[in-house]
């Protein structure tokens, strides 16, 4: 293809000025050389690259990810992101535990051939460049992170527990299955986090995504899985994260509630995260107040599996079912 022709071919799928001089990368390596501008030509596809995804944590754009391409699909002008191989790895601390966290891009590619047509879950092929690397063609979802939908509900706590969240605790039920399934699989996710699970526009299915990083915590596969499903249903539950540097703020209105806290009410992951929600909003159900105590510091008995833990949160999701509505 002439540069003339390619050219043209960018601008018939990008309003936006194309450089008089495009580079074509076959090898992805040095994915920090790849610009704004630049093209990837991979397994006969080619793509353009408009510039890098941002890490979103939290609900604020934080550092570009390098080895993160947003791109046009020159074959139909559609929008994907690309996923480059970047290797890195450090360790979590989970109580007196030191996990070693890892990417691993072959990983993430077996996911995304062993979701193949599941909408829970992101959906993408792996390519391979002329060096082999892998490239995952991921289809990107529109629509906002469960972070920003949760902390985005205006509207006080009571009300939201009572109006809102039952809805919420529907999708994210499915969502928690996802995982399960993906454990019966012989796979983790290993990044489980409230910007890693995508709300689609336009059908309402709670996705997620990111299937890249992995772990090693010999004689708990599914530990850090587990605690990541157990910090999104706590940040669901309280409208958000409840820490004791908030708890103990002039301002906060659980000051009552503060002689009454104990270590073992806080999490054992994050130990400044409050996770007996009960004792600062005392209408929460017991049933789903008790799977939270799971994940506590003063928990006797952690969940070993995603089916243990949904049939506990299968129990306290029926007694929403029985839920008296709230009345004025």
């Known amino acids: 293809m002439s540069l003339s022709h390619l050219r043209d071919l960018i601008q ?43 890490e979103g944590r939290f609900g604020l754009d934080g550092e570009p990810k390098f080895w993160v391409k947003r791109v046009v699909d020159l074959h139909d002008g559609s929008v994907k992101i690309l996923k480059l191989a970047f290797f890195e790895s450090f360790f979590m601390h989970l109580g007196e ?17 062993r979701t193949t047509s599941d909408t829970r879950f992101m959906q993408g092929v792996t390519l391979y460049d002329e060096a082999h690397n892998p490239v995952r063609v991921i289809e990107r979802i529109a629509g906002p992170t469960f972070y920003d939908l949760v902390h985005n509900v205006p509207m006080d706590h009571e009300t939201y527990y009572y109006e809102v969240f039952p809805g919420i605790l529907t999708h994210l039920m499915k969502a928690f299955y996802a995982i399960k399934d993906l454990h019966q699989m012989g796979e983790i996710h290993g990044d489980i986090r409230n910007d890693h699970l995508i709300v689609e526009h336009t ?35 309280g409208k958000g994260f409840h820490t004791l540097h908030d708890l103990k703020s002039p301002r906060s209105p659980f000051q009552a509630a ?14 400044n995260r409050l996770m007996n929600l009960k004792k600062i ?3 929460l159900r017991e049933t789903l107040n008790k799977v939270l105590m799971h994940f506590a510091a003063g928990a006797d008995v952690f969940y070993e599996s995603a089916q243990e833990f949904m049939e506990d949160l299968e129990i306290a999701f029926r007694s929403f079912l029985w839920e008296v509505p709230h009345g004025p």
């Open 12 to 54: 018939c799928h990008t309003p936006f000025s194309v450089p008089e001089n495009i580079r074509i990368h076959t090898d992805t390596t040095q994915f920090m050389d790849i610009k704004a501008g630049d093209c990837i030509a991979v397994q006969n596809r080619l793509f353009y690259v408009k510039g890098e995804e941002f």
């Open 97 to 113: 535990e030191r996990i070693r966290c890892f990417r691993s891009p072959h990983k993430e590619s077996r996911i995304l051939e």
């Open 203 to 237: 059908t309402g299915r709670y996705r997620w995504i990111d299937f890249d990083y992995t772990y090693e915590w010999p004689g708990q596969p599914h530990g850090v899985d587990l605690f990541g499903l157990g910090n999104i249903l706590l940040f669901a539950a």
């Open 258 to 271: 503060l002689p009454t806290l104990r270590e073992e009410d806080f999490s054992l992951f994050i130990p």
């Open 281 to 283: 909003f005392p209408y």
